[in-house]
């Protein structure tokens, strides 16, 4: 089995720092991808963004996403904006990611794609990825 680019959404002015990771939807593209949005940083995430997210997409899968236990969403990231897409890096040396990118693969060949959509971008304001609900993006993938 080929394996598809495990993409890293990486902090800028520190590239070994990350919120999240996924592998994308098309071929030769770093957007959409099926992944995992860190939630638990830098406290646990509340309940009631889990809740909205329920309210608005029905299923959604939290799970560990670091080996210090920190919880991520398993979603679909769409990132369109220019200077956003150059922090998604797929050459952070990272660890036992190996396990989770062929998850991310089977997941996808699979059809077991999340219902959660979250629109992504960098926010140089505030130094972290910001993100909103995404109502707009091609239903195809469900």
């Known amino acids: 089995m080929s394996h598809k680019p495990f993409y890293f ?17 098309q071929d030769g593209e770093k957007s959409p991808l099926v992944g995992m949005l860190m939630v638990d940083r830098p406290t646990r995430c509340p309940e009631s ?4 997210l329920r309210e608005n997409f029905g299923e959604v899968i939290i799970g560990p996403m670091t080996l210090k236990g920190d919880r991520g969403l398993f979603t679909h990231i769409r990132i369109d904006d220019p200077a956003s897409l150059e ?12 396990e989770t990118r062929y998850v991310l693969e089977l997941a996808l060949r699979g059809g077991f794609l999340p219902k959660t959509r979250l629109k992504l971008r960098w926010s140089r304001e505030n130094r972290l990825w ?3 609900f995404d109502f707009d993006s091609d239903r195809r993938y469900q």
Not at 49 to 52: A, G, T, V
Request: glycine fraction near 8%.
């Open 87 to 98: 922090l998604v890096r797929d050459d952070l040396c990272v660890h036992n990611m190996e």
């Open 130 to 132: 910001v993100s909103e």
């Open 49 to 52: 963004y889990i809740r909205d």
């Open 9 to 25: 959404l990486t902090h800028e002015g520190r590239p070994h720092i990350f919120s999240g990771y996924g592998v994308p939807i």
